[in-house]
């Protein structure tokens, strides 16, 4: 499979804006993101967030083959075709990460400034092949070429799968639990 991984910055079309809010409704177990998550705008961390926020993709021939492969999505093959027909996108998202700075203030002092993740999808039949890792080690070398060596991020206590794949392959600890059921997750580099 033919992975590329692209910043959110290249992706500011109107319709690559579209796919992208379809994916997150289609794969987000929360309220979904609308496209101006996405886009592109003024603010300063807003244009942080598309030099550390990326796209994973592939050919829209590669999906098929692979969804064919792997037999999965069967019985949606003839509607996921239609789909792939109908757009006029080269390729198919197989998972995005959003991220951005973020700098607390303690006592009125602005502390160092680190990298929070807000996002991190994959389409559900290419879980467990390599992409949430390449989108997740992308983000993490371009946040400390940034000089940001400490990455954040939320994940349900639920989440025993997500929890176990920061800590085994990023070196994320748990350091508190929010009131909503979440744990923050904390990695330095």
Same mark, same amino acid.
């Given at each position: 499979? $033919? ?17 992208? !809010?379809?994916?997150?409704? %289609? ?8 496209? !101006?998550?996405?886009?592109?705008? &003024?603010?300063?961390?807003? $244009? ?29 093959? &003839? ?14 998202? %197989? ?8 700098? !607390? ?16 999808? =994959? ?13 997740? &080690?992308? =983000? ?6 940034? &000089? ?24 994320? $600890?748990? =350091? ?9 997750? =904390?990695?330095?580099?």
């Amino acid at each position: 499979m $033919q992975l590329q991984i692209l910043p959110l910055s290249e992706f500011q079309s109107q319709e690559n804006l579209k796919a992208l !809010e379809n994916f997150s409704s %289609l794969y987000w177990n929360g309220p979904s993101w609308s496209m !101006e998550a996405f886009k592109e705008s &003024d603010d300063i961390d807003d $244009q942080y967030k598309l030099e550390v926020s990326y796209i994973a993709v592939i050919t829209k021939e590669e999906f098929l083959n692979a969804i064919q492969k792997e037999q999965e999505d069967l019985e949606n093959l &003839d509607k996921i075709q239609v789909i792939l027909k109908e757009s006029n996108l080269p390729h198919v998202i %197989l998972g995005l990460i959003i991220s951005a700075q973020k700098t !607390e203030e303690k006592y009125k002092v602005a502390m160092d400034p680190y990298l929070y993740i807000y996002k991190l999808l =994959t389409h559900p039949s290419f879980q467990n092949k390599g992409v949430a890792t390449k989108l997740l &080690d992308k =983000t993490i070398a371009t946040a400390e070429d940034c &000089d940001l060596y400490q990455q954040v991020l939320s994940v349900s206590v639920d989440n025993s799968h997500a929890i176990s794949f920061y800590e085994k392959n990023f070196d994320f $600890q748990i =350091t508190s639990e929010t009131s909503n059921e979440n744990f923050i997750m =904390t990695r330095h580099s």
